[in-house]
T-cell receptor
Framework: AQTVTQSQPEMSVQEAETVTLSCTYD???????LFWYKQPPSRQMILVIR??????QNATENRFSVNFQKAAKSFSLKISDSQLGDAAMYFC????????????FGAGTRLTVKP | DTGVSQDPRHKITKRGQNVTFRCDPI?????LYWYRQTLGQGPEFLTY????????KSRLLSDRFSAERPKGSFSTLEIQRTEQGDSAMYLC??????????????FGPGTRLTVT
């Protein structure tokens, strides 16, 4: 079964600095999707960025970018120019391309942004 | 498009009571998912609907849990004879292949259940 591991329960970053959140996953499948979701305190989870496994180019969305290393099964999230509003729980998620219903989440990383 | 909504946002109940939660997906999203999220963990898949058909259920969904989506629009999740271990955030999400071919899931705010 696919598993997602986020080895950093908590991270902190100074406002305007850059931080990288780690995620590794285990799968025997060749085609899948990877996601980073953000869950602010007492607010709903929103999608930050997604990556299709068949694409070699790393996805970027404004200040958010990923480092996707398929062979290493690694999918880290880089947040540049961190803002106070970036403070949240961040979840890495894996979804098989063969079963669109089965999304597996990591345990999350709590990001604190210091002013 | 008002997003996924869930009701109630919070529910406190006594052990042994039945509770029911409602989820309204984004309009025209044909897929609807229920997840459970315990403190300090990521969401865990419970069940999935495509239109009105419940196509998949996790082993986490014991026989005390039942979910319905009668007309392929809103869904309800009922927990019978609640136990303290049922205390968690229950999340609903929806998706549609018409919005993106990656079937991105859009989440609601969740219902936080506390069983006393």
């Amino acid at each position: 079964a696919q598993t997602v591991t986020q080895s950093q329960p908590e991270m902190s970053v100074q406002e305007a600095e850059t931080v990288t959140l780690s995620c590794t996953y285990d799968t025997s499948e060749s085609d899948y999707y990877l996601f980073w979701y953000k869950q602010p305190p007492s607010r709903q989870m929103i999608l930050v960025i997604r990556q299709e496994a068949y694409k070699q180019q790393n996805a970027t969305e404004n200040r958010f970018s990923v480092n996707f290393q398929k062979a290493a099964k690694s999918f880290s999230l880089k947040i540049s120019d961190s803002q106070l509003g970036d403070a949240a729980m961040y979840f890495c998620a894996y979804r098989s391309a063969y079963n669109n219903n089965d999304m597996r989440f990591g345990a999350g990383t709590r990001l604190t942004v210091k002013p | 498009d008002t997003g996924v909504s869930q009701d109630p946002r919070h529910k406190i109940t006594k052990r042994g009571q039945n509770v029911t939660f409602r989820c309204d997906p984004i309009s025209e999203h044909n897929r609807l998912y229920w997840y459970r999220q315990t403190l300090g963990q990521g969401p865990e898949f419970l069940t999935y609907f495509q239109n009105e058909a419940q196509l998949e259920k996790s082993r986490l969904l014991s026989d005390r849990f039942s979910a319905e989506r009668p007309k392929g629009s809103f869904s309800t999740l009922e927990i019978q004879r609640t136990e303290q271990g049922d205390s968690a955030m229950y999340l609903c999400a929806s998706s549609s292949p018409r919005t993106t071919n990656t079937y991105e899931q859009y989440f609601g705010p969740g219902t936080r259940l506390t069983v006393t």
